[in-house]
């Protein structure tokens, strides 16, 4: 049966639209409603019949005709997609708030600056523990002092501290989040079996708390304490340690000072080689795809092909100015009667020597040599090329088990039991000549230690070093800010030596990427008047190379 004609006036039986009278618009919006049946194109509106069929004109009847139902359902879908997106927007603002333990306070009084656009929240307790720990010469108490002072200089001229008080006042612009200091007691229901009166578990009460009265945010603790970020996970809290004094995340990131060479290395970089010789050493001037990861100062071998061990003198663009070494292996170039026994030794002792270099850091293991080495360079550069006039010794003071307690004596007789190592190096060092008799032996041994000097760390504050050769051991028991307070004691004409194993940290709180070793080795690896030497090999014994490897 063929269909009606359509008819060229809207109907008007069904719904009794009147006749539209306004004039057409130029661009009507169109906007489809299926919540009521209903369809609106910018005129007047028009009904769906049961079918889901449109009564319209015929340009409007052919966009608009048989809406089938799921098109409705996906229109609801979509629609509600958009609202809970913007649902999540509002509830989750981005901005944390952190709550600072005491122990991150004083491990870096710095920390309060260090949250970026997060907001930081002090508890009170946390304020009760500064002001305990405040007393005393320690790092632990100059550093409860100096975050009493940022608190005092943030909080000046305050009238409403409840709102918060930028961090960036002080002129830390990285700082944009506020501080937030408890003012009101905050109940929270922790378990029973947690003591109340520990300063630990109160603070935990305080993040629960503070998670109750923000949900719309992120509450986390952040702590250097392990046992109180298990406690606060197993109570359902966030709880982070506090990351940003880690200098590297893995320790297999820490710079080598070691680059070797691919096996087609000449064939590479064969075409535009320079090369010359000067002062008895052969100077080569490369450019190709190995040189945009050279550094200077550092140290490349190639092994396949023309053996090739260089150190990097100069890097500009694309171009590597390379010097051949000095071989320490040979009895000829002995230093104080020691001799390389490995590469790496090599070319720890050609930093060690060269003039031009005034800060060193060795790492390795137990046995690579790193205190041998450094006291033989000292001993030739101070008894024999007069180039230094003393050699100055000093190490963290952090016991491996329990401290024997106070000492009585002079700063060197104090420091005498610390000192351990150097002496057996020194006998190793200490070889006169047997005709000379005890009393020859006697004699050069008074003569070493008129030229050696043992001082303590905790009184190198003002302190300045001229023309020294300043041995650091133990460095990795350092802080940054310790290791920055030993360093810039040097004067004209000092070379500092850190030695140091990333292995054995026995200071709290430090690890191998916040060490201050970890710390001055990043910062100063391409720097022309610095090196370092990662040693591999143990060197001391057969029984100490397997006890190194599989104890």
């Known amino acids: 049966m063929p269909l009606p004609k359509e008819p060229s006036k809207p109907a008007t039986t069904l719904n009794e639209i009147p006749p539209i009278t306004a004039p057409k618009p130029k661009k009507p919006a169109k906007k489809i409603d299926v919540s009521d049946n209903t369809v609106a194109t910018g005129k007047a509106p028009l009904t769906l019949a049961a079918d889901n069929t449109v009564t319209a004109k015929a340009p409007e009847t052919n966009r608009t005709r048989n809406i ?14 958009a609202i809970t997106k913007t649902k999540r927007q509002v509830t989750h603002t981005g901005k944390k708030i952190f709550v600072l333990d005491t122990n991150v306070l004083m491990h870096d009084p710095t920390s309060l600056f260090r949250f970026e656009e997060h907001d930081v929240f002090l508890p009170l307790i946390t304020l009760e523990e500064l002001d305990n720990h405040k007393k005393g010469m320690s790092e632990v108490a100059r550093h409860a002092r100096q975050v009493s002072r940022a608190l005092d200089a943030l909080m000046e001229n305050i009238e409403d501290i409840e709102k918060g008080v930028a961090l960036n006042r002080l002129g830390n612009v990285d700082a944009m989040g506020r501080l937030l200091v408890q003012t009101t007691e905050l109940a929270a229901e922790l378990p029973k079996t947690l003591p109340v009166g520990k300063a630990d578990n109160q603070i935990l009460g305080v993040v629960f708390a503070l998670s109750k009265h923000h949900p719309d945010r992120e509450v986390a603790l ?25 200098v590297l995340e893995d320790r297999d990131l820490l710079y080598s000072g070691i680059m070797e060479l691919p096996s ?53 663009g694309r171009t590597a100015v390379l010097k051949t070494l000095r071989d320490f292996s040979h009895n000829k170039n002995s230093v104080w009667g020691i001799t390389a026994r490995n590469r790496e030794q090599n070319f720890a002792l050609n930093l060690l020597m060269n003039p031009e270099c005034d800060f060193v850091t060795l790492l390795g293991q137990a046995g690579t040599g790193k205190t041998l080495l450094a006291l033989a360079a000292g001993l030739s550069q101070v008894l024999e090329s007069k180039q230094y006039s003393e050699i100055i010794v000093t190490r963290a003071t952090v ?153």
Not at 68 to 81: D, E, I, Q, W
Not at 264 to 287: L, V
Not at 450 to 469: A, C, E, P, Q, V
């Open 264 to 316: 087609d290395f000449w064939e590479k970089n064969s075409k535009g080689i320079e090369s010359w010789q000067q002062g008895g050493s052969t100077f080569y001037r490369i450019s190709g795809p190995a040189v945009k990861d050279m550094m200077v100062n550092q140290f490349v071998y190639c092994e396949t092909g023309i053996p090739l061990i260089a150190q990097v003198l100069e890097v500009s």
């Open 68 to 81: 089938p139902a799921a098109a409705s359902g996906k229109t609801r879908k979509s629609a509600g997609t």
């Open 399 to 551: 016991p491996v088990g329990e401290d024997i307690g106070f000492l009585p004596g002079t700063e060197e007789e104090k420091m005498a039991p610390w000192m351990g190592a150097f002496e057996d190096n020194l006998e190793v060092l200490n070889k006169p000549d047997p005709s000379s008799g005890d009393w020859g032996r006697s004699a050069t041994t008074d003569l070493i230690r008129t030229k050696i000097r043992i001082k303590s760390m905790n009184f190198m504050r003002g302190r300045t070093f001229i023309n020294k050769f300043l041995i650091i051991d133990e460095a990795q028991n350092l802080s940054p800010k310790q290791m920055k307070t030993l360093i810039t004691r040097a004067g004209p004409g000092t070379k500092v030596i850190c030695l140091g194993n990333l292995a054995q940290i026995d200071t709290p709180y430090l690890t191998e990427g916040s060490s201050g070793l970890t710390y001055v080795v990043d910062r100063f690896k391409g720097w022309p008047h610095a090196g370092h030497i990662t040693l591999q090999r143990g060197e001391r014994s057969r029984l100490a190379d397997f006890a190194s490897d599989n104890l």
């Open 222 to 246: 952040v702590s250097k304490d392990i046992n109180m970020r298990i406690k606060a996970r197993a109570l359902g809290l966030l709880a982070e340690d506090y990351f940003n004094d880690q």
